[in-house]
């Protein structure tokens, strides 16, 4: 994924022209990303600051809304395999701390977390390595915490043909919600929800609340604790 240095500078862009069609996007793609983490951690109701992994930050995009959104409520660190989306990514959000690699990450060797984001990354990670970071994914969280995933859905025509057109997906090998389910079954995860989404354009889009059982719609999020 190392191919990601040559699109940070340009990662927003790139989006925009592969979505345009839909009325969305490089940040309002985002917003219900952050609307998920905000509900999963008002259910909480943990006495301490939200602990937050954004695993495949890319160039910080998410960064810089969830630090408006959270302010001081949270303490967030993102990794990515890409180093020049990391230096994006310290930019763009303005922490300098919280950003690095899962060979050199920017926490503590026990740290544990509420919310662990995996937005638009296992498409990424060939099939064959995906059960180990799913794995070690769960060692990070805490016993009462949330793995937050949000893919593409290879059911739906329009998401395929937009994933063909992006330059940054061509390597995209996409997976399905059942498929993705069951790999979360076999790395130990016990409750896992799905919820299907993206079924119309930014115009409309308060109507995907309505469609969340439909296995058609562009993406999907799936929620799962150990």
């Known amino acids: 994924m190392v191919h990601f240095d040559r699109h940070a500078p340009v990662y927003n862009e790139t989006l ?14 985002l917003l219900p990303k952050l609307s998920a983490c ?5 259910r909480r109701h943990a006495p301490h600051p939200l602990r937050f ?29 890409s ?10 959000s303005g922490m300098t701390g919280g950003f690095g690699t899962r060979e050199a990450p920017p926490y ?3 740290q544990k977390f509420d919310i662990i984001m ?18 070690w994914l769960r060692d990070l969280l805490d016993p009462d915490g949330s793995l937050l995933i949000w893919e593409h859905n290879p059911w739906n025509p329009v998401t395929r043909k937009i994933v ?6 061509y390597d995209a090998q996409l997976i399905s919600a059942p498929a993705l389910k069951k790999l979360l079954r076999t790395a130990g995860y ?3 929800t799905v919820d299907f989404r993206t079924f119309f354009p930014y115009r409309l889009r308060k109507l995907d609340a309505l469609m969340t059982w439909c296995p058609f719609g562009g993406q999907y999020s799936i929620e799962a604790r150990p």
């Open 190 to 192: 016990g409750s896992i």
């Open 83 to 92: 180093e020049k989306s990391l230096r994006e990514a310290r930019v763009r």
């Open 53 to 81: 992994l954004d695993y495949g930050c890319g160039p910080g995009r998410f960064a810089a809304l969830f630090k408006n959104e959270f302010e001081s409520e949270a303490h967030y660190f993102g990794i990515d395999v």
């Open 38 to 42: 905000r509900e999963i951690w008002m």
């Open 16 to 29: 925009d022209s592969a979505i345009s069609s839909s009325g969305y996007t490089a940040d309002t793609v």
């Open 164 to 169: 063909r057109l992006c330059d940054f997906d």
């Open 118 to 135: 995996a937005a638009g990354v296992f498409h990424h990670i060939p099939p064959s390595a995906r059960p180990k970071e799913f794995s």
């Open 108 to 110: 503590l060797p026990d």
